[in-house]
């Protein structure tokens, strides 16, 4: 016997960006414009399905940075899927100059980079007030 496929045509709608959503985002960015005159920030990479924006203070390391950023997340991600530990607040990774704390804000991926000395505390006080 032979099955009849039957096929279902599905219409994509896009809906624009409701106003609420693109006022949260620049609430976001206004935060983030904030944090980076703080003592101790070196910049910030800010990320969502669409679009990302770069402000660092050092333009030579745009394309270091932006791997850092995005191998933290997707290495966090894993590693709390491995080890059943839910989702991830934030990743905060420490080098030798530098300190990078990553956390998802609404529908965005934020990635604040500081001095080591910053205090990063502050920092992600600030960038909750939104």
Do not use: W
């Amino acid at each position: 016997m032979v099955k009849k496929k039957s096929l279902q045509e599905v219409e994509a709608v896009t809906e624009p960006i409701a106003v609420e959503e693109a006022t949260a985002v620049n609430s976001l960015k206004a935060n983030l414009e904030a944090i980076k005159e703080c003592d101790g920030v070196v910049g910030y990479i800010v990320r969502n399905t669409t679009s990302a924006s770069i402000d660092l203070k050092d333009p030579t390391k745009i394309i270091d940075y932006a791997i850092l950023s995005s191998s933290a997340l997707d290495a966090g991600k894993v590693l709390s899927e491995l080890f059943d530990l839910g989702d991830a607040n934030n990743i905060a990774v420490n080098g030798k100059t530098i300190k990078m704390v990553s956390l998802i804000v609404r529908e965005s991926k934020v990635s604040l980079f500081m001095d080591k000395s910053a205090d990063s505390e502050k920092v992600l006080r600030k960038l909750h007030e939104i």
